[in-house]
């Protein structure tokens, strides 16, 4: 689990049928000071996040198979919890 700042949303006019009805964000993990951590990421959502929002995100395999219903996912990162940062 990590957390990650929600940089934008990402559009797909085709998408694998594991992905039907999820929103697809670009996040930005963040380290423990909360600076940027690597590159940014696709990651699928259903909790609501908004852009400049801090999500939790997870890229436990058995997780994300489980949430999209098959193991045969191109999905890798999910999240699982919007931060409250204030």
Do not use: F
Not at 2 to 23: D, M
């Amino acid at each position: 689990m990590n957390l990650a700042l929600v940089i934008g949303h990402a559009t797909a006019t085709i998408k694998h049928p594991t992905l039907k009805g999820w929103k697809l964000i670009v996040v930005q993990p963040l380290d423990a000071r909360g600076k940027p951590d690597g590159e940014p990421q696709l990651a699928l959502d259903r909790m609501g996040a908004i852009r400049s929002g801090t999500v939790m995100i997870s890229s436990d395999g058995a997780a994300v198979s489980e949430m999209v219903g098959s193991k045969n996912t191109p999905a890798r990162w999910v999240v699982i919890g919007l931060a409250d940062t204030k």
